[in-house]
């Protein structure tokens, strides 16, 4: 081969790990259950109500590759669950097929600003 014809091929992968300390119970604040995931809603719950008793909400949904989400509650006192819930499944639809489930991480921070007469 000619230097003139060389090809030239580079193929990279960039990784970003968040590695913790595993946590009882295993899911943090929300379990995104897949239609086909290994392990369904009921058995989801029956999981969060011995490891956090009351601490957690199971929602089924109509969607075509979510079956569920398992969410903590005190997430429903911050922000109204339509909206969280939209919020969920518009970003976890990009991410999960039929057969998996995501565990996530969710922080809602408020911001308030008022202006007062003086």
Do not use: C, W
């Not at 006192?77 to 991480?105: F, G, P």
């Amino acid at each position: 081969m000619q230097d003139k014809e060389k090809m030239y091929y580079s193929r990279k992968a960039t990784l970003s790990l968040k590695i913790s300390e595993f946590e009882v119970p295993p899911m943090q604040d929300l379990l995104i259950i897949g239609k086909k995931a290994p392990i369904g809603p009921e058995a989801v719950k029956r999981m969060a109500q011995a490891l956090s008793p009351e601490q957690f909400t199971i929602v089924k949904l109509e969607h075509a590759k979510i079956e569920a989400v398992l969410i903590r509650n005190s997430l429903f006192q911050m922000l109204d669950e339509k909206v969280l819930m939209q919020i969920i499944l518009e970003e976890a639809d990009r991410l999960i097929s039929d057969n998996m489930v995501l565990r996530s991480e969710l922080k809602i921070s408020v911001s308030v600003q008022r202006e007062v007469e003086l």
